[in-house]
């Protein structure tokens, strides 16, 4: 079960976490630290939810633990509201989804 540690009724900042981590162990930690701050799942690298500004500094730290010395990215981007609103997204469902 996840915890999530950020109390959903704050307010907080549209943030997107992207990462690309090789070792399979540290990747796990990452999904779980973004999932346990309240993130849902954009596609299967990147994680999106709004963060208030301290849960987005405790996010980093746990972030920067997880990767440890392991080669990887991890980008956090702390966005605005209207390019949520004004982004276009294009999707299409495949026949095998």
Same mark, same amino acid.
């Given at each position: 079960?996840?915890? !999530?540690?950020? %109390?959903? /009724? ?6 997107? !976490? #992207? &990462?690309? !981590? +090789? ?6 930690? !990452?999904?779980? =630290?973004?999932?346990? &701050?309240? #993130? =849902? /799942?954009?596609?299967?690298? $990147? &994680?999106?939810?709004k963060?208030?500004?301290?849960? /987005?500094?405790? #996010? ?7 990767? *440890? ?6 980008a956090? #981007?702390?966005?605005e509201?209207? +390019?949520?609103? %004004? $982004?276009?997204?294009?999707? +299409?469902? *495949?026949? %095998? %989804?």
């Amino acid at each position: 079960m996840v915890k !999530v540690i950020q %109390d959903e /009724r704050k307010a907080g900042q549209p943030t997107l !976490v #992207l &990462y690309d !981590v +090789q070792d399979d162990k540290r990747r796990t930690k !990452v999904m779980n =630290a973004c999932k346990d &701050y309240g #993130l =849902a /799942r954009w596609q299967y690298s $990147a &994680y999106q939810g709004k963060l208030t500004h301290a849960a /987005r500094r405790e #996010l980093e730290t746990r972030l920067e633990k997880a990767l *440890g010395d392991s080669g990887g990215l991890i980008a956090i #981007l702390q966005l605005e509201q209207w +390019q949520i609103d %004004d $982004a276009t997204i294009i999707f +299409q469902e *495949g026949e %095998d %989804d």
